[in-house]
């Protein structure tokens, strides 16, 4: 019985949250094919904050989760953006697009505290944790062969549809493969671990938000779809350790990790890790006093 | 040999999700007003599964950029869709959960309908009414007739057992169980997960809970239903 209830909430997670990462690769397949990055650096203003709030908007046009953003923020990079505005890029645009914003919605109808604080908290850490960073040099945070490669994204004309296809297969086996992962740790630790040491956890604030920041890093689960995941532990953590994982998760996981370690090195990636997880902790924290 | 795996394993998720869909199985996984975009989605997938299949030779990235643990790991639902019967969350989960057993906590989407005779209510239909109504006299002394399933523990006596369903507001991993108390005059025989449509008639129990009991006139076995949640 225990098996089957874990098989049920496996495949329920996992049915739910394929649509999601189908339509966010559709899109972000489609734009990057068709749209030149050139275009974006042209538009972006000479102020470094200005840009901060600038780049955390770009989701709305890239939505993805991170792993679809990281190659983007490489490519911009290489193409002269300066890396403290593509770090706001690469921490607001997994949350801070539609396709995330319309799953929080549906995992979370009665919940506004958990839609708004994922949206907002979100937007404000990746404009803290950019300018924050706007404070460093290149050489400081980029590691050497960023700086001096430059990659070709010409796409010669006739092959745009076949590298649209390529790119979408590509993509989606990728994430949906991660996704069978998490479910599967969802649907295993929500039947298997005893009720009374959830509540234990999820009873202590400091504790349930560590937790839940923990597991998010440990299972990489896209942001299109971590909502659905953290609806399995809805029934015993409080809204902010909720916002803990969903904020975390999209910003900072093992996954994500590796891939940035190709752009970022290795010091800037454990100061960007160590802020992001002070910010959160510190905005989840003051949002359960604040709620007592 | 990557790609031909890659176009099985789409096809297959593809099948086994419009499968699922006009078979009315998918009720059993997520809320019935998702189910058309996973049918969207599944039909996407399933356009690529035979585009990889037909332009096999062209698609030269898909080797280098895929790589054997997606494969593999996608491999676990095509093997559980194709082998694993559908079956709603059981009373063990129900159990883990906490079987939520006053009704003004419950907070379901079933809009509450006041002038429907009460022997018409499904159990979705009584929970919402018993949420929003104030009145003891709108329930006290009602006939029902409701399906669920048997949710049986130590602390009950021998001739009580819940009648549940799962609350479902998103899919199976956030569904949260509530149950009516009924009473019988007879020891019950019936096992956990028994699937029941029940006759009685509500009475009282309110401590200071909305928790009101059915007293049991009449009960037979039944299949479980096309949607086993409430929403």
Redesign the interface.
Same mark, same amino acid.
């Given at each position: 019985?225990?098996l089957?209830?874990i $098989?049920?909430? +496996?495949?329920? $997670? +996992? !049915?739910?949250a394929?649509?999601f990462i189908?339509?966010g690769v559709?899109i972000s397949s489609l734009l990057h094919i068709f749209v030149k990055s050139e275009q974006i650096l042209a538009t972006l203003p000479k102020n470094k904050f200005l840009q901060n709030i600038i780049m955390s908007f770009l989701g709305v046009f890239f939505p993805v989760c991170e792993c679809g953003n990281i190659p983007v923020a490489r490519k911009l990079i290489q193409k002269n953006l300066p890396p403290s505005a593509a770090i706001s890029f690469l921490l607001a645009a997994p949350v801070l697009n539609p396709i995330v914003i319309i799953a929080t919605i $549906?995992?979370f109808?009665?919940n506004p505290e958990i839609i708004w604080g994922r949206i907002g908290l979100s937007f404000m850490i990746a404009i803290i944790v950019g300018f924050i960073f706007s404070f460093a040099t290149k050489d400081e945070i980029l590691i050497k062969s960023i700086q001096v490669n430059k990659t070709c994204d010409h796409h010669h004309r006739g092959k745009k549809l %076949?590298a649209f296809?390529?790119h979408? !297969?590509?993509e989606?086996?990728?994430m #949906? /493969?991660?996704l069978?992962?998490g479910a /599967?740790i =969802? =649907?295993a630790s929500?039947?298997l671990i005893?009720?009374e040491f959830m509540v234990s956890v999820a009873e202590n604030p400091f504790l349930a938000i560590c937790s839940m920041m923990l597991l998010a890093f440990i299972i990489s689960i896209c942001s299109t779809t971590d909502a659905?995941?953290a609806?399995?532990y #809805? %029934?015993q953590f409080t809204s902010p350790a909720l916002l803990a994982f969903l904020v975390f998760g999209p910003m900072i996981d093992i996954k994500s990790l590796l891939l940035m370690q190709r752009i970022f090195k290795i010091k800037a990636l454990i100061y960007l890790v160590l802020l992001v997880f002070g910010l959160v902790l510190f905005s989840t924290l003051l949002m359960t006093h604040l709620t007592l | 040999m990557k790609k031909i795996f890659l176009a099985i394993i789409f096809l297959t998720i593809s099948v086994w999700l419009i499968r699922l869909y006009f078979i009315g199985n998918l009720m059993n996984y997520i809320v019935p007003k998702y189910s058309i975009i996973v049918l969207t989605a599944a039909i996407i997938i399933g356009f690529f599964g035979i585009l990889i299949m037909i332009y096999s030779k062209q698609f030269k990235a898909i080797n280098k950029n895929i790589s054997w643990g997606s494969l593999l790991l996608l491999i676990v639902p095509c093997i559980l869709g194709l082998t694993v019967s559908p079956a709603p969350l059981s009373s063990v989960a129900a159990f883990n959960k906490g079987i939520q057993t006053d009704i003004s906590t419950v907070k379901i989407s079933t809009p509450a309908n006041f002038s429907i005779d009460s022997k018409q209510r499904s159990f979705a239909e009584w929970i919402s009414f018993l949420e929003s109504t104030t009145n003891p006299e709108d329930y006290i002394g009602k006939e029902v007739k409701i399906t669920g399933f048997v949710l049986k523990n130590d602390e009950l006596e021998n001739n009580e057992f819940y009648l549940a369903r799962f609350v479902m507001r998103c899919c199976a991993a956030d569904a949260k169980p509530v149950g009516l108390k009924v009473i019988s005059d007879k020891e019950i025989t019936w096992q956990n997960d028994d699937w029941l449509e029940i006759k009685g008639v509500f009475q009282n129990s309110i401590d200071d809970k909305k928790s009101p009991e059915i007293k049991l006139s009449n009960a037979m076995v039944v299949s479980i239903p096309d949607n086993p949640y409430i929403n």
């Amino acid at each position: 019985m225990v098996l089957q209830d874990i $098989i049920t909430v +496996f495949l329920s $997670i +996992f !049915i739910e949250a394929l649509p999601f990462i189908v339509f966010g690769v559709l899109i972000s397949s489609l734009l990057h094919i068709f749209v030149k990055s050139e275009q974006i650096l042209a538009t972006l203003p000479k102020n470094k904050f200005l840009q901060n709030i600038i780049m955390s908007f770009l989701g709305v046009f890239f939505p993805v989760c991170e792993c679809g953003n990281i190659p983007v923020a490489r490519k911009l990079i290489q193409k002269n953006l300066p890396p403290s505005a593509a770090i706001s890029f690469l921490l607001a645009a997994p949350v801070l697009n539609p396709i995330v914003i319309i799953a929080t919605i $549906i995992a979370f109808p009665d919940n506004p505290e958990i839609i708004w604080g994922r949206i907002g908290l979100s937007f404000m850490i990746a404009i803290i944790v950019g300018f924050i960073f706007s404070f460093a040099t290149k050489d400081e945070i980029l590691i050497k062969s960023i700086q001096v490669n430059k990659t070709c994204d010409h796409h010669h004309r006739g092959k745009k549809l %076949h590298a649209f296809s390529e790119h979408f !297969i590509g993509e989606l086996s990728t994430m #949906a /493969g991660i996704l069978v992962f998490g479910a /599967g740790i =969802a =649907a295993a630790s929500q039947n298997l671990i005893p009720k009374e040491f959830m509540v234990s956890v999820a009873e202590n604030p400091f504790l349930a938000i560590c937790s839940m920041m923990l597991l998010a890093f440990i299972i990489s689960i896209c942001s299109t779809t971590d909502a659905f995941f953290a609806l399995a532990y #809805a %029934h015993q953590f409080t809204s902010p350790a909720l916002l803990a994982f969903l904020v975390f998760g999209p910003m900072i996981d093992i996954k994500s990790l590796l891939l940035m370690q190709r752009i970022f090195k290795i010091k800037a990636l454990i100061y960007l890790v160590l802020l992001v997880f002070g910010l959160v902790l510190f905005s989840t924290l003051l949002m359960t006093h604040l709620t007592l | 040999m990557k790609k031909i795996f890659l176009a099985i394993i789409f096809l297959t998720i593809s099948v086994w999700l419009i499968r699922l869909y006009f078979i009315g199985n998918l009720m059993n996984y997520i809320v019935p007003k998702y189910s058309i975009i996973v049918l969207t989605a599944a039909i996407i997938i399933g356009f690529f599964g035979i585009l990889i299949m037909i332009y096999s030779k062209q698609f030269k990235a898909i080797n280098k950029n895929i790589s054997w643990g997606s494969l593999l790991l996608l491999i676990v639902p095509c093997i559980l869709g194709l082998t694993v019967s559908p079956a709603p969350l059981s009373s063990v989960a129900a159990f883990n959960k906490g079987i939520q057993t006053d009704i003004s906590t419950v907070k379901i989407s079933t809009p509450a309908n006041f002038s429907i005779d009460s022997k018409q209510r499904s159990f979705a239909e009584w929970i919402s009414f018993l949420e929003s109504t104030t009145n003891p006299e709108d329930y006290i002394g009602k006939e029902v007739k409701i399906t669920g399933f048997v949710l049986k523990n130590d602390e009950l006596e021998n001739n009580e057992f819940y009648l549940a369903r799962f609350v479902m507001r998103c899919c199976a991993a956030d569904a949260k169980p509530v149950g009516l108390k009924v009473i019988s005059d007879k020891e019950i025989t019936w096992q956990n997960d028994d699937w029941l449509e029940i006759k009685g008639v509500f009475q009282n129990s309110i401590d200071d809970k909305k928790s009101p009991e059915i007293k049991l006139s009449n009960a037979m076995v039944v299949s479980i239903p096309d949607n086993p949640y409430i929403n």
